[in-house]
C-alpha cells in the first residue's frame, strides 16, 4: 500500500526557510516522479515542484524557481523540499504526490504559514 507522510511544515517569518519531508512507502520503482503541491483555501491546488527520479531531473514553478529545492535521500526513503527566502505568498498546505499509471497517491498535507 503506497504511503505518502509529510511534515516539517510551521510557522516562519518573511526571509525564513523550512525544509519539509516525504516519507515513502508501499513502493519500489526505479523510474517515477514524485512531486510537491500547494493549496491555498478557495483555490485550485498547484504544483511547485518535481523530482524525476532515476535521472534526478527537477522541475520548478515559476514562482519558485531559485528559492526551493527538491531532493530525495534514497537511503531514507526521504523526499525533502528545502524552501528558502519564504514569503507571505508562499503560504499553503503542502502535498505530497506520486502517480503511477492511473492512481495518484497524495499525503495528508503539511500546513506552512509565513508571517510578513
Known amino acids: 500500500q503506497v504511503q505518502l507522510v509529510e511534515s516539517g511544515g510551521g510557522l516562519v517569518q518573511s526571509g525564513g526557510s523550512l525544509r519539509l519531508s516525504c516519507v515513502t512507502s508501499g513502493f519500489t520503482y526505479e523510474y517515477y516522479a514524485i512531486a510537491w503541491f500547494r493549496q491555498v483555501p478557495g483555490k485550485q491546488r498547484e504544483g511547485v515542484s518535481c523530482l524525476s527520479v532515476g535521472d534526478e531531473k527537477t522541475y520548478y514553478a515559476e514562482s519558485v524557481k531559485g528559492r526551493f529545492v527538491i531532493s530525495k535521500d534514497s537511503a531514507k526513503d526521504t523526499v525533502y523540499l528545502q524552501m528558502n527566502s519564504l514569503e507571505p505568498g508562499d503560504t499553503a498546505v503542502y502535498y505530497c504526490?506520486?502517480?503511477?499509471?492511473?492512481?495518484?497517491?497524495w499525503g495528508q498535507g503539511t500546513q506552512v504559514t509565513v508571517s510578513s
Open positions: 504526490h506520486f502517480r503511477w499509471g492511473i492512481y495518484d497517491y
